[in-house]
């Protein structure tokens, strides 16, 4: 089966440079998110609090497909409600479970517009996570984790690539991250996936 990114692109650091060296991209359903890729991801790379990476099209003239921000971050189940503390631990030895484990953060993801609706997005997911499970990589990180905005496009979207929600509902997101919000202006939905599903047996 092709996979597009794998067939057509080059995997590249986000940066100025690429950016002016490639035709322009856009995200018209979500200005924001093109805002950040064309110019708010310096000031994240130079506070140290996200890197982007992103896929170009090489052929026949350089396009950019789409990009991700990753960061370090945690799953900390020591102030998780039981329920959801009991549902993480199960899966982790009971030799090895902790107050907190080590994740990576999916802070922006971005397809844009001349190469939306080829489930480039599920691509770009499945990058990651194998990324994150390479022999190579230098950090142990167990989870992904994404603040995904709540509606149904986006969590399906999720949902379709495994991703699960911590809280079972938004209220008791709110509570645990201390908001001070009716649920109807709670945007986001936190979600995780397990890397360790992908691992190799043995």
Not at 104 to 118: C, E
Not at 148 to 153: E, F, L, P, Q, Y
Request: with cysteine; glycine share 4%; charged share 25%.
């Amino acid at each position: 089966m092709s996979i597009f990114i794998e067939d057509n692109c080059e995997f590249v650091e986000w940066s100025s440079p690429l950016i002016e060296s490639c035709s322009n991209f856009s995200c018209k359903h979500d200005k924001d998110i093109e805002q950040f890729f064309k110019r708010d991801f310096e000031y994240y790379e130079k506070q140290l609090l996200g890197k982007s990476y992103g896929f170009v099209k090489t052929k026949p003239s350089f396009e950019l497909v789409a990009a991700f921000t990753v960061s370090n971050s945690m799953l900390p189940v020591v102030n998780f409600p039981k329920s959801i503390k009991n549902r993480i631990n199960r899966q982790i030895p009971n030799s090895k479970r902790n107050s907190q484990y080590p994740a990576v953060l999916v802070g922006q993801l971005a397809v844009f517009d001349s190469f939306a609706g080829k489930h480039i997005g599920d691509e770009v997911l499945s990058f990651i996570k194998s990324w994150f499970i390479d022999p190579l990589n230098k950090t142990g990180c167990r989870y992904i984790i994404v603040d995904a905005v709540n509606n149904d496009k986006v969590i399906k979207f999720y949902k379709r690539n495994g991703f699960k929600f911590i809280f079972d509902n938004i209220e008791d997101e709110i509570e645990y991250m201390k908001l001070d919000l009716e649920p109807e202006y709670k945007h986001t939905r936190l979600m995780y996936f397990d890397l360790i599903v992908l691992k190799p047996v043995g």
